[in-house]
């Protein structure tokens, strides 16, 4: 309904990840993410706001309810910290290949080895 009806370009690309609506159907929490920087996120959050009233009249013609929720759009952080989760457990990673790459590395370089710590079978008569 927002990518459809709400003709205003601030809205930007966003994503509704999940809807919270009270018991009494009173109040709508939409939650969004939003494509770009905190800029492009500050654009579409004043554009939605806008659009609040507009998608709450176009909501209730479909829903045929008493009384339309209102509706509150709010920034979902959730999807971001995620992100940021996953970006770590990326780095860990690397350094772990890195390390594990670097440790087999080390055990196959033959010039590595101490001379006086080779043993052969003479040495153990």
Known sequence: ???????????????????AVTPDLQQARVYYTALGDE???????RALGRAAAFLRGKLGARLRLK??????????ESIAGQDRIEQLLSE???????AA?????????PSDTD???????????
């Open 101 to 109: 790459a670097e440790s087999r590395r080390d055990a196959s370089d």
């Open 67 to 76: 009384r339309t929720p209102e509706i509150e759009f709010v920034y979902d």
């Open 39 to 45: 800029k492009a996120r500050r654009g579409s959050e």
């Open 1 to 19: 309904m927002i990518a459809r009806e709400v003709h205003d370009p601030g809205v930007g690309f966003v994503t509704i990840t999940r809807v």
């Open 92 to 98: 860990i990673r690397a350094a772990d290949h890195a």
């Open 115 to 125: 001379p006086a710590q080779t043993h052969t079978d003479d040495d153990q008569s």
